[in-house]
């Protein structure tokens, strides 16, 4: 893992070169973004999961994940309380504390990251619980915090079209495809998802860097110091207490804990303008943690292996 978070770091960095020297556009970023949900992370999501050998323990992952997210957003939102943060602010605090970019960023790095993990526990920890929670935990959290009623509102229609997108379909294929019983797969079908699937953390990664903006982090510090250490830090460490809990081992453990360790979603950020809560906040998060997840995740990796 070292080596693929040292190499995403690597991709974010020329994504911000090449927006800087005009390779790529902001404007661009948009596309990248409809490749990976399209094509590259449903391609890999399939493959993991038709040719996984699934595991009963996989059914606690989605459980650990949602116990994870409620710990977490009782501690932020204890601490925004304690602070006595105006809701904008508190709200943009929470959303960016709970949830992790487990779809884009997790799953492919722990695809690249060799042995020691379970990449069907990842889609699990990402389809069944990340995939969920954003929709309606942290739609009505933004809701909330961003309107002045305070009064929550999920979008159902939201949630409907995102249980639709692609990596959605492609497990519910993946498990069709297993569970019959096919096998291995004909090597012309194959070989192009695989090649697809192996698009998706470089093309995260440079859309990453297509979205760096460092202007006005220092006057944010303690916000950003405060998401970053519950982000990368505490997270990982409720994430290894929960997983111990429900008495899962070995390489579901593992991923689940580093699943819990992942960078501020960059969902947070779109839905949370959205509604209103503190862009810079949000945006701030995303980029740092995303940074600073590239040498604290192996880290992790190498304290659990």
């Given at each position: 893992m070292t080596e693929t978070?040292?190499?995403?770091?690597?991709?974010?960095?020329?994504?911000?070169?090449?927006?800087?020297?005009?390779?790529?556009?902001?404007?661009?970023?948009?596309?990248?973004?409809?490749?990976?949900?399209?094509?590259?992370?449903?391609?890999?999501?399939?493959?993991?999961?038709?040719?996984?050998?699934?595991?009963?323990?996989?059914?606690?992952?989605?459980?650990?994940?949602?116990?994870?997210?409620?710990?977490?957003?009782?501690?932020?939102?204890?601490?925004?309380?304690?602070?006595?943060?105006?809701?904008?602010?508190?709200?943009?605090?929470?959303?960016?504390?709970?949830?992790?970019?487990?779809?884009?960023?997790?799953?492919?790095?722990?695809?690249?990251?060799?042995?020691?993990?379970?990449?069907?526990?990842?889609?699990?920890?990402?389809?069944l619980a990340t995939g969920l929670i954003t929709w309606t935990s942290t739609v009505a959290i933004a809701s909330a915090y961003g309107r002045t009623d305070g009064e929550p509102r999920m979008s159902f229609g939201d949630l409907g079209r995102a249980l639709r997108l692609p990596p959605n379909w492609a497990l519910a294929a993946g498990l069709l495809v297993n569970l019959a019983g096919v096998g291995d797969l004909p090597t012309a079908v194959e070989r192009p998802l695989e090649l697809l699937g192996a698009a998706t953390l470089p093309l995260t990664m440079l859309y990453a860097g297509l979205m760096i903006e460092l202007r006005g982090l220092g006057r944010l510090w303690r916000e950003i110091t405060y998401i970053t250490v519950v982000r990368l830090g505490v997270a990982t460490v409720i994430g290894l207490g929960v997983a111990v809990a429900l008495g899962l081992t070995g390489d579901v453990l593992n991923t689940v804990v580093i699943m819990a360790g992942m960078p501020t979603a960059m969902m947070s950020l779109v839905l949370g303008t959205r509604f209103g809560l503190r862009s810079d906040i949000l945006a701030g998060a995303v980029v740092v943690t995303t940074l600073l997840s590239t040498l604290t995740l192996p880290a992790w990796r190498a304290a659990l292996l």
């Open positions: 978070a040292f190499g995403a770091l690597l991709i974010i960095l020329a994504g911000a070169v090449a927006r800087h020297y005009g390779v790529i556009r902001r404007e661009d970023g948009p596309l990248l973004v409809r490749i990976v949900i399209h094509l590259a992370l449903p391609s890999l999501i399939f493959l993991i999961i038709a040719e996984a050998d699934l595991d009963p323990a996989l059914l606690l992952v989605p459980v650990a994940a949602y116990i994870i997210h409620f710990l977490l957003l009782v501690l932020v939102w204890v601490s925004v309380r304690i602070w006595g943060m105006e809701r904008p602010r508190a709200g943009a605090m929470i959303v960016a504390s709970a949830v992790g970019n487990t779809g884009f960023f997790g799953i492919p790095l722990i695809a690249a990251s060799g042995e020691g993990f379970s990449l069907p526990a990842a889609v699990m920890y990402d389809a």
